[in-house]
């Protein structure tokens, strides 16, 4: 059984997804893949502890207060996509890394990947902001590739304190 439950933030409406135990699931209203996955006969559930521990997190988090743990975490996905996740866990809060570096992470590690790969897996992280797929921009710095919107992506960064000096910021209805 799948339960959900929807939470205000600053960022939108969240919609959580949980098995009872462990987060499936926290999309941004109107993100590319929102709610992927969530079984359609999923329960509204608001009261289970896992959602309570993720709203401590995330209202810490909003806060910009030092984080409580979070919830068990269990991302459904490939093999492939789980350990993507797993490495945009690694990322300090504040920093960014790049589609490429994570590439380089996983060949070291003997994985098979490319660029694109990751992009993709990156983009269908199931639990934005607790898995921060935010924090991962293009080669040139350029913040790229965000399900949630690029301007919710720089909020997110901007909330963290990163350091997007120079980052190249694409515009909606930019023409060639």
């Known amino acids: 059984m799948t339960y ?3 939470r205000a933030s600053p960022v939108g409406v969240l919609t959580l997804a949980s098995d009872g135990e462990s ?3 926290l999309w941004l ?3 590319k893949y929102d709610a992927a996955g969530l079984e359609p006969d999923a329960e509204e559930r608001p009261d289970l502890p896992v959602f309570r521990r993720a709203a401590a997190w995330l209202d ?5 207060e030092p984080l409580p743990p979070p919830p068990p975490l269990a991302p459904r996905g490939s093999a ?3 350990r993507v996740w797993q490495l945009l866990l690694e990322i300090p809060y504040g920093e960014t890394t790049t589609y490429g570096a994570l590439t380089e992470a996983l060949k070291a590690a003997g994985v098979p990947a490319s660029p ?3 992009g993709g897996a990156v983009g269908h992280n199931p639990i934005s902001i607790l898995i921060p797929c935010h ?3 293009g080669a040139d ?11 919710k992506k720089r909020f997110l960064l901007e909330l963290e304190g990163a350091d997007l000096t120079g980052l190249y910021i694409p515009t909606k209805g930019t023409a060639l």
Do not use: H, P
């Open 29 to 31: 209203e109107g993100q």
């Open 4 to 6: 959900w439950t929807k």
């Open 80 to 82: 492939f996509r789980r």
């Open 141 to 151: 710095g350029s913040l790229t590739g965000y399900a949630g919107g690029v301007e």
């Open 23 to 25: 987060l499936l699931g």
């Open 116 to 118: 694109q790969a990751v």
């Open 135 to 137: 924090r991962v921009v």
């Open 60 to 64: 810490a988090y909003f806060a910009k």
